[in-house]
């Protein structure tokens, strides 16, 4: 969905520039010289508004666009990076690697499937392979999600979409986070370019100075030295028609509140915007289950609704995926077709399969590692003598030194750069398409995991 708006500032910006990194095989001719509307993957907001030049060289420019996230992300393509296949650091031909990385996922009882930063062909392509071998999902972003999803089932929750924030909400509430830090766009995006008026208030946080930049809008900030697990508490009795000298304890806190509690009534539609990643953990689900709390509770007289920012790196394109397919949400095991009578065909457990404790407890034999949009480092607790599979950035390569245990490496394209693709918006309800914005050779994440999936079942065979 087209949520464009002119940009608030009137001064020039530098263009964004960055070279195409090496085909897998020979070289692809390079397209002419062109400009074309272009869908950006390196942030769930997916600015559909980007002007993209495509040099001769396979660089891109995006001259209109003030973005840090997209520079910093542009970054990575900026020299061409490692194109060939490796094996234990030795180059190979994407064949030998394929049937190397086969193997290793063969002899593997426990193996995650870790990183998934992919699109949703990717996450569609990899489930049949984690059910071929038995695998566990998690995502690089998996405590975020893990604790959305928690406070999803166990009280709901009443979403908002970016549409709905845009045409209708004349209160935003920004609880503890302040979005243009990981989003840069996020108030031009989805406020900005609106002729009515509307207030942004920040409670347990200092005001975004993005925020000021969006006309008709007025915003302040209270509270911002609160702790949030208190914020919410009062706020959410208050909400239920508790009265400050009920709830008693901390007066100005509860005063603050009861004024924040009557300017959402009065307010025609009203919006609670959280970032489910910047919230303290480890708790950050009780957090989350208290925003939706409130959210419900206003929607008895006015409207309201929740818009939680995240969904990075594909993750809430790969967790949609491995929920469609298997019922269940991601930190998900996939049981093995050979697996036992006892055995349940799917296990779900987002504290027992997260990547980290799983590494630390040496719960799992073997690592295949998915990070298509930028290099991710293989995780800290990746002990040196569990095999790994990378289907990563070309520049990932170089960050996987030398490893005891065998290491296969497979260079991957990025959705949206070299191949196109889908992902989700960070609402959840758009699915927007992306386009190659250069030529590439490189093989999609999709077209490996496929591959990886034919040579385990014509291995199993008899």
Not at 10 to 35: D, E, I, K, N, T
Not at 44 to 49: G, I, K, M, Q
Not at 193 to 210: K, M, N, Q, W, Y
Not at 405 to 418: L, N, R, S
Request: glycine fraction near 6%.
């Amino acid at each position: 969905m087209h949520l464009s708006s002119a940009s608030s500032s009137s001064v020039a910006q530098p263009s964004v520039r960055a070279a195409a990194s090496s085909p897998l095989s020979a070289a692809v001719p390079a397209p002419a010289s062109g400009v074309r509307d272009w869908t950006c993957p390196f942030c769930p907001l997916l600015c559909d508004d980007i002007t993209t030049i495509v040099h001769a060289d396979g660089a891109l420019d995006a001259p209109d666009v003030e973005c840090p996230r997209l520079t910093q992300a542009l970054t990575w393509f900026s020299a061409p990076g490692a194109s060939q296949p490796a094996i234990d650091d030795q180059d190979t031909d994407l064949e030998s690697a394929l049937l190397r990385a086969a193997d290793i996922l063969k002899g593997a009882s426990r193996p995650l499937f870790g990183g998934l930063a992919t699109d949703v062909a990717g996450a569609r392509a990899l489930y049949p392979l984690a059910a071929g071998c038995g695998a566990i999902l998690d995502h690089l972003h998996g405590d975020a999600m893990a604790a959305s999803t928690a406070a999803l089932q166990d009280r709901g929750a009443f979403f908002t979409t970016l549409s709905e924030v845009r045409s209708r909400a004349d209160l935003s509430i920004i609880f503890d986070c302040q979005p243009s830090l990981r989003y840069p766009r996020f108030y031009e995006r989805v406020l900005g370019g609106t002729d009515h008026s509307r207030e942004l208030i920040f409670v347990g946080c200092e005001v975004d100075p993005a925020a000021d930049s969006v006309e008709n809008t007025s915003t302040h900030s209270i509270l911002k030295d609160g702790d949030p697990y208190d914020i919410l508490a009062i706020w959410s009795a208050l909400t239920e028609g508790r009265t400050v000298a009920s709830i008693g304890g901390n007066n100005t806190i509860a005063h603050a509140l009861a004024d924040l509690a009557a300017r959402v009534s009065a307010a025609r539609y009203a919006v609670v915007v959280y970032e489910p990643a910047a919230l303290p953990g480890p708790h950050s689900a009780l957090l989350i289950e208290a925003v939706n709390r409130i959210v419900k509770a206003v929607n008895r007289t006015t409207r309201a609704g929740a818009l939680a920012l995240g969904g990075d790196d594909g993750a809430m394109s790969v967790n949609q995926a491995v929920t469609w397919l298997s019922g269940l949400p991601l930190r998900t095991r996939v049981s093995m077709p050979t697996r036992l009578a006892d055995q349940p065909a799917l296990d779900h457990d987002s504290h027992r399969y997260r990547t980290q404790r799983l590494l630390a407890a040496h719960e799992a034999d073997a690592l295949l590692w998915v990070a298509s949009f930028q290099p991710e480092p293989l995780p800290t607790g990746l002990a040196d003598n569990v095999p790994a599979i990378v289907l990563g950035h070309s520049a990932m390569r170089s960050m996987l030194g030398t490893r005891t245990a065998p290491t296969v490496f497979i260079p991957v394209a990025t959705p949206g750069v070299d191949s196109s693709g889908h992902l989700f918006r960070v609402d959840g309800s758009v699915v927007a398409p992306l386009s190659a914005a250069r030529a590439s050779a490189l093989p999609t994440v999709a077209a490996i995991a496929e591959r990886l999936t034919g040579l385990l079942d014509s291995r199993s065979q008899p």
